[in-house]
């Protein structure tokens, strides 16, 4: 299931999935894939600076990421433009959630952080 935030004209969607080819339940061992769209719906350039990712798995282990850009690149983004990439994480659990923000910058120099929604990362038929 995708979520999705706004803030400041940036919007977040994030699709996540179970990465079964690179998961060893036995050996507690659960990959996640998500793909994340950021677009500028507002009306001046925006461009990504640093993202800050908070993971939890089910058993309330929280490990924080930090870092430049995402997937190597910084990307700027007109009004109206997006971009989008995949990325995966590793949960020791079948389940957890995953949130955080991006430092985007303007022109002017101002920066704010653009929500990322909390969202799931569920191993299918986990939950049962």
Excluded at 11 to 26: H, T
Excluded at 29 to 53: D, E, K, P
């Amino acid at each position: 299931m995708s979520t999705t935030a706004t803030t400041d004209g940036v919007r977040v969607s994030v699709k996540p999935s179970f990465w079964p080819e690179r998961s060893q339940p036995q050996s507690g061992q659960f990959a996640f894939t998500y793909t994340v769209s950021i677009t500028n719906v507002g009306n001046a350039t925006v461009q990504l600076v640093s993202r800050h990712w908070i993971i939890t798995d089910a058993n309330g282990r929280v490990e924080e990421v930090r870092g430049d850009g995402v997937v190597g690149k910084k990307p700027r983004l007109e009004p109206g433009e997006a971009f989008e990439y995949t990325s995966w994480a590793m949960l020791r659990t079948p389940f957890g959630t995953m949130r955080g923000s991006y430092a985007m910058e303007r022109p002017d120099g101002q920066t704010f952080e653009a929500k990322i929604a909390e969202f799931a990362l569920t191993m299918p038929n986990s939950l049962n």
